[in-house]
């Protein structure tokens, strides 16, 4: 509901979240999550109902306009409940507790959340979305809203008791306990023999729709594929699953094959048909598989991939300062000037749509490579609303080097008149109604960015993406590093949310990064501030590992450690490989200690499930290897120092701590935590090239043949 065809205008208006002012105009009496509504709650008695989402989410889209902008229901809420919306990409900390609950009792989970919780904050109902009217045996939500007040008007007691045995029991299931041994490569292995068991011949990823493209799930099989060896049966397993996989979403519906960058998942086992949001954690970790794709294949399609997601995050979503946005909506206006939105429409073509674009003799080529079919190309029972009747989403059917045989062309002359056809169709769509964009810029969503930048510009040599990942952590802090403390987001101003442990962590390793693309010991100066205080406000220093949020948060009834890695790697995962390297760059033995206490936390969780927390397995797998560093002494400007640098960025080496000796400050500041860097220095005026094991180095080449072979060994 728009603010021109609306009365009401509730406290939201007042909020910087696209989420929360997306519901300003509803008739419910909303209020932000805070001591004012919490306050009303313990006043007037009356419990709370609290609605979790975020501006990009389709089924809050739906509840919204089904349940909140509905007049009946508003009055229900009103006169029975305190209204609370929460946006759980500002607050993941309240979200987390909440979620924990309703899949304790629902067995499932998702959003929109809706947790019905006492004038306390203690949770006695929950699920997630409820239809307007009871149909399918589900009640729907005036039927909850109506009995749920009847329960607490009538049987508080027992609400109110039963509300305070479900938060005891999450608090006994979230407590921890004493790390129980050590994780170790028996884990790693049965974790990729679990994936191995789901994995889809076929079509790649794991299990059957929906699909997701899991990122962290990769980044584990690369790992057994370095560790294993390409010779070995696990390391051609790993390696085969991971790049198909990959292989098959790039050519599937979930890749944007015009504007670049993915959506959030498929919602068929054939990466056909997405779930048509973006999100830029997916973006960031992406890139960074197809990066580590790239290194072990030397493909030009992988590395053609990653950079069209990073132009797309550059071309859509990058604020002016160099921040990052945080998702684009699934849904969208379907034409200008109407009220109509539908899933995908800024997306999907009609065959007639694209044929009156490009000319019969060029659509027919185009039609063919991407799968365009007169009533639609939506496979069978991917389209149970009927949403994409006559209606195509384009995916990869042939490639242009079939295509060409076919017309008795070259394939370079049709490649160049696809991308004439993807340049032509592009520019079309962008007339189109855009989706939603969520302008706020997230620290740690932006910390995985600078990663894949940083990244890139060293694996595909381009400066152009190291500057953007330079201009993200520069306006990170300069608006949202306060005090010696990070905040949340940002969205035309800081906001008072504080900084989570997954902003300090991803921000972290965003750093770490952007030091071995640029060489600024500034940004590792910073990663060492930054890990110091998440110390400080973190750490467990009884049983280890990191919690989610700050101790003092008077708000939240569980404090929690986040231990699974799902479309987000965990902070804790993060962290352990984070503190790893910081250990060896700052030689801290401290760091280390930690490093292993963290992962020594999880230990039980890893033997349990270990396919749940699959970037843990990571830092895991870097814990069992000797630490192994590759110096390069030379002029950071130097040709010779870049011919060297390209030869290490052509290889896969997880685990390895790239540096420059560059002398003056920088190698001094170095040199005081890692002793053996006063030594190193180049031959003869030349740049060299430096290979370490546990800070013992071979002999240093200034040849780049010679480096290939000592990184080949």
Known sequence: MNASSSPHTNRLAREKSPYLLQHQHNPVDWYAWGAEAFAKARREQKPIFLSIGYSTCHWCHVMAHESFENEEIAKLINDNFIAIKVDREERPDVDRVYMTYVQAVTGGGGWPMTVFLTPDLQPFYGGTYFPPE?????????????????????????????????????????????????AAKAEIMTAFNQLARVYDDEWGGFGNAPKFPHPVSLNLLFRVYAREGAASRDGKAALGMALATLDKMAAGGMHDQLGGGFHRYSVDRFWHIPHFEKMLYDQAQLVCSYLDAYQVTRDERHAAVARDVLDYVLRDMTDKGGGFYSAEDADSIVAHGKPEHAEGAFYVWTKAEIDAALGTERAALFNRCYGVEENGNAPKGSDPHGEFGGKNTLIVRMSPADAAQAAGQSAEAVAATLAKCREQLLALRAKRPRPHLDDKIITAWNGLMISAFAKAGQVLDEPRYVTAAQRSAQFLKAQLWKDGRLIRNYRGEASKIAGFADDYASLIQGLLDLYEADFDVGWLRWAE????????????????????????????????????????????????????????ILGSSELKTKADRTIAAFAQRLTESPTSMPQMLCAVDASLAKPRQIVIAGAPSAADTHVLLKEVHRHFLPGKLLLLASGGEAQAWLAKRMEFLGTVQPIQGKAAAYVCENFACQLPTADPEKLRELLSR
């Open 529 to 584: 501030e930054l890990q110091t205080a998440m110390d400080t406000q973190f750490w467990d220093a009884e049983h280890g590992g990191y919690f989610s949020g700050p101790a003092e948060a008077a708000d939240i009834l569980l404090r929690m450690k986040e231990d699974y890695d799902g479309a987000e790697p965990s902070p804790n995962s993060v962290a352990a490989l984070n503190l790893q390297r910081l250990a060896q």
């Open 134 to 182: 009871d149909k399918f045996g589900r009640p729907g939500f005036p039927t909850v809203l109506k009995k749920l007040s009847e329960a607490w008007r009538d049987d508080r007691e027992n609400v109110v008791k039963s509300a305070k045995s479900a938060i005891d029991q999450l608090r006994e299931l979230t407590a921890g306990g004493p790390a129980q041994g050590n």
